[in-house]
């Protein structure tokens, strides 16, 4: 089975644009959560979905917005971008379940300028 | 409000030797998952090994065991003989079951493990 993939895998933009992020799960899983990573701040969560419905959501502004479509792929979306914004974005995919253990793609790498 | 400390920002290991990372987290849950994550410098996520709250027995990978302390809130990661491929930022991840916390996996600041020749 092929793994979680993400694109673009790297990506610059300048403050006060818009980004959009897509990830697409393991064949099968239709659960898509979406993590920021950076130095300060480590591994955050930012949401998850499942079955087109966001389910969970962390602590980050409404700039950040996701959603999913029906093949369970996924997309986040970042608007008026902010310096801070620039990170590693990593999506995992899991089967949805409680129980299920979250596979995790290769990340997009963002730089705002 | 869960949380996950990961006290050692870096750690060293001679190859074909023993290391332990340590993690311990705080919940008032009793239901959780406990997952051990590896991020190599290409930077992608690999699930090292995971155990669940409810299991007594420690849960064992190849190389890879853990040694759970559920009433220390202790969750440690033993790598035996280590190889070069280990080199990478092990991240220690909780996963409260029920509640609204569908896929939210809570982070530790990670180790970075150097295994040197």
């Known amino acids: 089975k092929a793994g979680v993939t993400q694109t673009p895998r790297y990506l610059i933009k300048t403050r006060g644009q818009q980004v959009t992020l897509s990830c697409s799960p393991i064949?099968?899983?239709?659960?898509v959560s979406w993590y920021q990573q950076t130095p300060g701040q480590g591994l955050q969560f930012l949401f998850e979905?499942?079955?087109?419905?966001?389910?969970n959501k962390g602590n980050f502004p409404g700039r950040f917005s996701g959603r999913q479509f029906s093949n369970s792929r996924s997309e986040m979306n970042v608007s008026t971008l902010e310096l801070g914004d620039s990170a590693l974005y990593l999506c995992?995919?899991?089967?949805?379940?409680?129980?299920?253990?979250?596979?995790f793609g290769p990340g997009t790498r963002l730089l705002v300028l | 409000a869960q949380t996950v400390t990961q006290s050692q920002p870096e750690m060293s290991v001679q190859e074909a030797e023993t290391v332990t990372l340590s993690c311990t987290y705080d919940?008032?849950?009793?239901?959780?998952?406990l997952f051990w994550y590896k991020q190599p410098p290409s930077r992608q996520m690999i699930l090292v090994i995971r155990q669940e709250a409810y299991k007594q027995q420690n849960a064992t990978e190849n190389r890879f065991s853990v040694n759970f302390q559920k009433a220390a809130k202790s969750f440690s990661l033993k790598i035996s003989d280590s190889q070069l491929g280990d080199t990478a930022m092990y991240f220690c991840a909780f996963m409260k079951l029920y509640g609204g916390s569908q896929g939210n996996l809570i982070f530790g600041k990670g180790t970075k493990l150097s295994v040197k020749p």
């Open positions: 919940t008032s849950e009793n239901n959780y998952y």
């Open positions: 979905y499942f079955s087109e419905t966001q389910r």
């Open positions: 995992a995919s899991s089967l949805g379940g409680y129980q299920e253990t979250q596979y």
């Open positions: 064949s099968g899983h239709r659960s």
